[in-house]
T-cell receptor
């Protein structure tokens, strides 16, 4: 158990809808990262937050947004959903974030999103 | 752009040794990570290299050459449970813009009896 909690585990919704994925990082971790994993794309970095502030952005669509709250949990909002958004969405956390120092990312079990 | 290459698939025999290679061309390199991922599960951290050389951790070792943009993961005494995808990931750091961990496509390792 990595200590990172993601809810829900599974989500089935229709095209055009909006969903919210939730992540609680490991105790003490200030950084939260969101990744998308589809069969043909591998793990794609979406966005990183550090202590409530956005710190790095990847290939995140404009229809997607995220935030990190004062209690350090994070939410990823996906709107105007398309069939191609069907994927596993992982949240990860680490102790550090903004600097050049490194600590490994610890991943949650993911949310499997199916858009029909 | 950022590019990380690793073989798509490998097959090895139980008890043997296998080496999974990773080459990268990135900017702002700040370390290389290896993760293991079983199908449908979360990636789990295996090893980290930031300086050139070999890091050993039990049955797993990882090597880095920054000048060549090259790393490998060495798995010894293979077990059936080692069948999984192995992900090479490069930490990028740009001052005042935070860090990103960029993953390769992964190498699917099948361990046969």
């Amino acid at each position: 158990d990595s200590g990172v909690t993601q809810t829900p585990k599974h989500l089935i919704t229709a095209t055009g809808q909006r969903v919210t994925l939730r992540c609680s990082p490991r105790s003490g971790d200030l950084s939260v990262y969101w990744y998308q994993q589809s069969l043909d794309q591998g793990l794609q970095f979406l966005i990183q937050y550090y202590n409530g502030e956005e710190r790095a952005k990847g290939n995140i669509l404009e229809r997607f947004s995220a935030q990190q709250f004062p209690d350090l949990h994070s939410e990823l909002n996906l709107s105007s959903l398309e069939l191609g958004d069907s994927a596993l969405y992982f949240c990860a956390s680490s102790a550090q974030g903004a600097g050049p120092y490194n600590s490994p990312l610890h991943f949650g079990n993911g949310t499997r999103l199916t858009v029909t | 752009g950022q590019n990380i290459d690793q073989p798509t698939e490998m097959t090895a025999t139980e008890g043997a040794i296998v080496q999974i290679n990773c080459t990268y061309q990135t900017s702002g390199f700040n370390g290389l990570f290896w993760y293991q991922q079983h199908a449908g599960e979360a990636p789990t951290f295996l090893s980290y290299n930031v300086l050139d050389g070999l890091e050993e951790k039990g049955r797993f070792s990882s090597f880095l050459s920054r000048s060549k943009g090259y790393s490998y993961l060495l798995l010894k005494e293979l077990q059936m449970k080692d069948s999984a995808s192995y992900l090479c990931a490069v930490k990028l750091y740009v001052y005042n813009q935070g860090g990103k961990l960029i993953f390769g496509q992964g190498t699917e390792l099948s361990v046969k009896p």
